[in-house]
């Protein structure tokens, strides 16, 4: 007990997020490291595909990521849902209606995430199976320049509810009601199968997990 203590106190945490979990983890780092002052973190924020050429490199303790590759020794563990929706600004012609068939995207001016994002593989699997075909005005690597892309009116974009909680441009925002969506996605806290976890990652894994069962702000997301 003595001992974990003392390796808490003098502790590294290396942590690997996609874009989206940017969202909520610094919070949980905030009140993780007030609990357990003197752990020295580091948090790499990127996209799918990046966050796994970090796994094939041994360069984290942890990761969070949705849809953990099948091909890598992992052990992961779902923790919070990540619902991606479709967004539109306030005065969009959709805004409106209720229950928009899929369909209806066909063509409609689209941003696109950047090739290696797991939203936009998300996004482009679901529009494929429904042979619908918007029009990619524009690619962004950023959700944040997303969303202030729709609010300039550029187009219409897929994201994780998760960029939106701490909106505070929500008065331009809002969220279509079409069919399909959300698209149902989790969030897994992963490491890799043959590693020894650090008692720092292994609390803050415990950490994380009971945290955010108790967020109000992330409980209104389910
Ligand atoms: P992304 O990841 O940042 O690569 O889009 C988000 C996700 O896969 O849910």
């Given at each position: 007990k003595v001992a974990d203590l003392k390796g808490m106190k003098q502790g590294k945490l290396r942590l690997a997020v996609v874009t989206t979990a940017k969202y909520f983890v610094p919070r949980v780092l905030g009140s993780f490291c007030q609990k357990y002052p003197g752990i020295d973190v580091s948090l790499q924020v990127n996209n799918h595909q990046e966050l796994i050429c970090r796994m094939q490199d041994n360069l984290d303790d942890l990761y969070i990521l949705s849809?953990?590759?099948?091909d890598l020794d992992l052990c992961a563990e779902p923790f919070l849902d990540n619902p991606l929706v479709v967004v539109a600004r306030r005065d969009h012609p959709l805004a409106k209606q209720r229950n928009i068939p899929i369909k209806q995207l066909t063509g409609e001016a689209f941003i696109m995430r950047e090739p290696g994002s797991g939203t936009r593989k998300a996004v482009q699997n679901l529009l494929d199976k429904h042979k619908v075909k918007v029009q990619v005005r524009l690619e962004l690597g950023s959700n944040e320049a997303i969303k202030h892309a729709i609010a300039g009116g550029l187009g219409i974009s897929v994201l994780s509810k998760h960029t939106l909680v701490w909106e505070n441009v929500s008065g331009e925002l809002t969220i279509l009601d079409v069919q399909h969506f959300p698209i149902q996605r989790r969030w897994y806290v992963v490491y890799l199968g043959g590693k020894h976890l650090s008692v720092v990652a292994q609390t803050f894994l415990e950490y994380l997990i009971q945290e955010t069962q108790h967020t109000p702000e992330l409980a209104m997301l389910a």
């Open positions: 849809q953990p590759p099948e």
